[in-house]
C-alpha cells in the first residue's frame, strides 16, 4: 500500500508538471523584442527614413474616396498625401505631421492660395484618417517601443497556435489612444489579433497577410474587423526606402 501511494503521488506530480508546459504558464517570459522580431528587427525599422503607403476601408470621413496614398519622412515629419474626394477633385496635399501644418495644397494639379477653408474643415479630416492608418500599418512598432508588465501577458492557444496575450493601454507619438488587447505569435512574434477598446466602438481585428517592405522589414497590410466590415483596411502598396527626392516633399 505504501509503496502504491508512493507511486500514485509521483504519477500526480508528473501530471501537474505536464499539464503546467501545456498551459504555457510561467514557462515563458513574454517581452517587447518578440514585436520587434517579428518585423525583422528594431534596428531595420530605424534605418528605415522613408515610407510610401497606400490604403483602402476603415475610412473616418467621407470626404477622401479609396484608395488614399501617403509618402511619410520618418525622420522630420513631412508627408505627401494624394487621393480624391467625394466631389471628384484629384488633391495632392504636402503638409508635416509632428506640427499639422499645411505646406502646399494642389487640387487637380493647381495649386491653391486660400487654405483658410481647407485648413478649418478638410485638412483636420486627412490628418485623423492617417493617424488611423500608421497606428494599424505600424502597430508592432508602437507597441514594440512600450514597456509591458510581465503580469499582464498571458499565453493562450488559438487555432493551434501559441500566442501571447497582451493588454494595452497606451497613447501613440501622434496622441492616438490604443486601448485593447494585442495577440501575437509566441515564438515569431507576428501579431496576429488586434482587439480594439474605441471611445464609440470596439473592434476586433484579424491580421493575415504581411509584407517585406525592404530590405527584411516586414509590416502587417490586411487588417479583417470580424464584427464591422467598414473598419477592415488593406495596405495593398506599402514600401520602405533609405533615400528619396525631397522635392516629392515640397512641390508637385
Known sequence: MKAFRILLYFTLLLSSSLYSQLSYGQDTTPTVNKLWEG???????DETHFILFSAAGNNTSTFIENPRKFLINRQNGDCRFEGATSAGDEITLLFNYRTNKIRKLYVNEVEQTNLDNFS??????????????????????????????????QQ???????????????????????????????????????????ED??????????KDIGDGLILPTTFKSLNDNSKSVIFSTVAAFVDMELTKFTTL
Open 39 to 45: 518585423i525583422g528587427g528594431k534596428s531595420k525599422w
Open 120 to 153: 478649418a474643415k478638410n485638412f483636420p479630416l486627412i490628418v485623423r484618417q492617417f493617424k488611423q492608418d500608421v497606428s494599424l500599418l505600424f502597430l508592432p512598432t508602437v507597441l514594440g517601443s512600450k514597456q509591458f508588465k510581465t503580469g499582464d501577458a
Open 201 to 210: 466602438d470596439s473592434v476586433q481585428y484579424l491580421i493575415d497577410n504581411f
Open 156 to 198: 493562450k492557444i488559438v487555432d493551434a497556435e501559441k500566442l501571447t496575450v497582451v493588454t494595452v493601454n497606451s497613447t501613440t507619438d501622434l496622441n492616438v489612444k490604443l486601448n485593447g488587447k494585442l495577440f501575437f505569435n509566441s515564438e515569431s512574434g507576428k501579431i496576429r489579433r488586434w482587439e480594439l477598446n474605441a
